[in-house]
DNA sequence: TTAAATGATACTATAATGGTATCAATTAGG
DNA sequence: CCTAATTGATACCATTATAGTATCATTTAA
């Protein structure tokens, strides 16, 4: 569930290597061979982060891009939000209400509410914290009893979900 | 981003309406009128809910479904589980790191905290919750701020997001 | 025996996603 | 100036995921 695409994925790799060689500029070209990804995807993702405000672009021979701010300052919400858009778990959150369930669904309020959890729980791991190869609390690992993946069940025919 | 299915919110939908009746049975023919929700779609998700555990159906005429549990002890983020399946932001997460990119990425371990503080974000709300129109804290809305809006970009041609 | 209900599968159309290709614009360096 | 290296912007395609629908089997109350 709550499947952020592979290649927000991607981003927050790619932000993690340049925050981790700030000193130097980096190519699209560069990257892609540091990360092994395909140069198209490296480049397409970058104009986004770099639309984002998140890098720095500098165009023509020599040129490429450079974190524009501290790593300790940019959020995972951060590059989350620039990759896939602003974080809205459901449908009808995102445009001021303009579900036509809206009237039946006492729910919709407090979507607000958990959209802000989990965007706090986003913010406040930064990108230099994903530099430190695993944080203090030594692999949390199961985020989730087991008895709820053995109840899974899928909405879809073949399923997979695993 | 961290886009949750419709389906989902349905499902969520749903619960809270068969929580907020939790005296009676309620079939899916019914829900559908309450809930004004096509009725396939809605016999679709109370099936996967009641696979999950959190449903408890009765077959036969006058069968129907109610609540497995107390409304107090079922969290948003079972909900989502059930239908969605396990909670795992990234592709690489969900099984045991079989991403081919792991190698290069140093980010795979700090995903585990990632999903773990969404996970409990999520499953610190109660289906109760869920019920009161508005808890205290009255309308949080804006959960990010809007320069964060202002900026993001998108990934697609046509452009949406919102 | 019938009708009302859930359980299980299978299918289809639409949309989202990942990935690729192409050309324009910019800039350093010979 | 000219060329090569690089980002910026669009447009496109293929694959997959999703939502939604249809169909039949199974159970059970009346
Ligand atoms: S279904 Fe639209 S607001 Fe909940
Ligand atoms: S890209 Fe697979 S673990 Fe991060």
């Known amino acids: 569930m709550l499947r ?3 290649l927000t ?19 699209a070209h560069m ?19 770099s639309a984002g405000g998140l890098l720095t672009s500098e165009r023509g021979a020599q040129g ?9 300052d940019i959020s995972v919400a951060q590059i989350i939000t620039a990759i896939e858009g602003p974080i ?10 303009q579900c036509d369930q809206e009237t039946h669904c006492a729910v919709q309020t407090n979507w607000n509410q958990i959209n802000n959890a ?7 791991v930064k990108l230099a914290d994903m530099l430190t190869p695993t944080l203090s609390a ?9 008895s709820y993946r053995a109840k ?5 025919d073949g399923d997979q979900h695993e």
Chains 1, 2 share one sequence.
């Open 118 to 124: 989990v965007f706090h729980a986003l913010d406040e």
């Open 64 to 72: 490429g891009y450079i974190l524009s701010g501290d790593p300790a």
């Open 138 to 146: 030594a692999r949390p690992v199961q985020f989730y009893p087991p």
């Open 4 to 6: 952020m695409g592979k």
């Open 88 to 97: 809205a778990l459901t449908e009808c959150v995102s445009s001021a209400s």
């Open 31 to 49: 990257l892609s061979d540091a990360v092994h990804m395909p140069l198209p995807t490296v480049r397409k993702i970058l104009k986004v982060l």
């Open 9 to 27: 994925d991607y981003g927050i790799v790619l932000m993690s290597y340049i925050a981790e060689h700030r000193s130097k500029q980096h190519s």
């Open 152 to 156: 899974a069940v899928s909405l879809q």
